[in-house]
DNA sequence: CAGTTGTACAACCATTTGGTTGTAGGTTAG
DNA sequence: CTAACCTACAACCAAATGGTTGTACAACTG
């Protein structure tokens, strides 16, 4: 019973992918990686508002890319390299299809050279005449 | 002179991710890679009107996943593989920064196991008595 | 030629995003 | 206790997103 799995997994990598399609968030999250940091330590590094950078790292945690804890006062913010991975995997996916796909047409110019007149030879043999 | 190189690249990552971070955009490259397709046969495989599917595909040809050329009347869409390298070579840039540093903690660690009196023994011993 | 198909693009609309300021609460320091 | 600090959150705003419909045009078809 797999029974809608996949509109979730589609969520989770929709915030993962939104999460990173922005320059200050990846260096929140390349900063974070190096090295845990408070939430005024990270807001201090950039020219915008305390709460602009509350925002970011608010949609880095929602993609799982991050996490907090509260230490005393501060709240730390560390990275969560499984969400990473996760979006590589999804990319990685992609790749291994276009290799697949490469393949296979390898394979069919090699096995049946003589016969390719329907999927592979689209040469548009009338040029506007 | 490597002048202002930075945030060209920046936004091109940004508009990699943001072109995946949509399950239609992704189920459209996977389409793609798959076997190149016509921007109205994509459109035929969503419940959305054809100009959503443009836009979608005009999403994904700034951030250059995709490809338009035109054959007859129509434009062929494929895949561009370079650009998921691209985003694939970021997400793996971050996990490099990820083993570095776990393997930088395990060497301080190792090295003095006496004087850890600083860095990396917050036990917070003062639990609100 | 006229009609159909494939595409581009503009205009419009609701919602989200990315920023701001302001207010309030919890935690530590003096 | 009081003051300073760290954070959360609401309200607001401009701009971007994601969708729609409608119009226009180029390229095939018959």
């Given at each position: 019973m797999v029974v809608q799995l996949e509109p979730l997994r589609q969520a989770e990598i929709d915030a993962i992918f939104h999460a990173l399609a922005d320059a200050t968030r990846r260096d929140i999250v390349?900063?974070?990686?190096?090295?845990?940091?408070?939430?005024?330590?990270?807001?201090?590094?950039?020219a915008m508002s305390f709460a602009a950078?509350?925002?970011?790292?608010?949609?880095?945690?929602?993609?799982?890319?991050?996490?907090?804890?509260?230490?005393?006062?501060?709240r730390i913010v560390r990275a969560e390299p499984?969400?990473?991975?996760?979006?590589?995997?999804v990319l990685e996916h992609y790749e291994t299809l276009w290799r697949h796909r490469a393949a296979a047409i390898d394979a069919i110019l090699a096995e049946e050279p003589e016969?390719?007149?329907?999927?592979?030879?689209?040469?548009?043999?009338?040029?506007r005449s």
């Open positions: 390349a900063r974070v990686i190096e090295r845990e940091q408070s939430v005024s330590g990270l807001a201090a590094s950039y950078v509350q925002k970011h790292i608010a949609v880095l945690e929602r993609a799982s890319l991050v996490v907090k804890s509260q230490r005393g006062r501060e499984a969400a990473i991975a996760r979006a590589r995997a016969q390719q007149g329907e999927e592979h030879a689209r040469h548009r043999r009338h040029h």
